[in-house]
Antibody, heavy 125, light 110 residues
Framework: QITLKESGPTLVKPTQTLTLTCTFS??????????VGWIRQPPGKALEWLAVIYWDDDKRYSPSLKSRLTITKDTSKNQVVLTMTNMDPVDTATYYC?????????????????WGQGTMVTVSS | QSALTQPASVSGSPGQSITISCTGT?????????VSWYQQHPDKAPKLMIYDVSKRPSGVSNRFSGSKSGNTASLTISGLQAEDEADYFC??????????FGGGTKLTVL
């Protein structure tokens, strides 16, 4: 059974750096094809893709946020960490991590099937 | 990289069918068969309903179907049920291995 859980601060001040950790179980980030992504959702608004990291340490970022984001993995700890610099009140959102979907044939697809419960981050002074 | 365009809301009566559109560009929806759809109930995490434009993950009702024509993808829900009332988001793989979501559509079951 695959599970993911996000953790990190619930409140950060403007200009600070946010560090979120996704701790997962039921899969390994060293298995070919596996990926973990981060997606956020401001209250009452749409989902926004932030970043993804793959088993081979390939990393991709949202073009609009690339300069502020860093995604890393610790395979031994089953964790993925996302840092976002220079936080602003508009970054207030629920942040989700999610597992890259693997179909019944064993092929990894461009979709996320298992999501964490999300962690709400408020940016305010 | 702009968000994909979805109608803000759609509605239908129980038993009816509805379709939600998702319009992108040739750099995302039109260029790849990697459109996915997510259902999100209030205060819940999204649930994958469709991947690769028209494929359903195991366990998803066959009342949900997906298609694509040019730069526009569509999600159709047939035999509408009360529990289908939720927000729906489309998503597409884009050039340079990026991902883009749609603005979301609120489905109301009348």
């Amino acid at each position: 059974q695959i599970t993911l859980k996000e953790s990190g601060p619930t409140l950060v001040k403007p200009t600070q750096t946010l560090t979120l950790t996704c701790t997962f179980s039921g899969f390994s980030l060293s298995t070919s094809g596996v990926g973990v992504g981060w997606i956020r959702q401001p209250p009452g608004k749409a989902l926004e893709w932030l970043a993804v990291i793959y088993w081979d340490d390939d990393k991709r970022y949202s073009p609009s946020l690339k300069s502020r984001l860093t995604i890393t993995k610790d395979t031994s700890k089953n964790q993925v960490v996302l840092t976002m610099t220079n936080m602003d009140p508009v970054d207030t959102a629920t942040y989700y991590c999610a597992h890259r979907f693997c179909d019944t044939s064993g092929y990894y697809r461009y979709a996320f099937d298992i999501w964490g419960q999300g962690t709400m981050v408020t940016v305010s002074s | 990289q702009s968000a994909l365009t979805q109608p803000a809301s759609v509605s239908g009566s129980p038993g009816q069918s509805i379709t939600i559109s998702c319009t992108g560009t040739s750099s995302d929806v039109g260029g790849y068969n990697y459109v996915s759809w997510y259902q999100q109930h209030p205060d819940k995490a999204p649930k994958l309903m469709i991947y690769d434009v028209s494929k359903r993950p195991s366990g998803v009702s066959n009342r949900f179907s997906g298609s694509k024509s040019g730069n526009t993808a569509s999600l159709t829900i047939s035999g509408l049920q009360a529990e289908d009332e939720a927000d729906y988001f489309c998503c597409s793989y884009g050039s340079s291995n990026h991902v883009v979501f749609g603005g979301g559509t609120k489905l109301t079951v009348l």
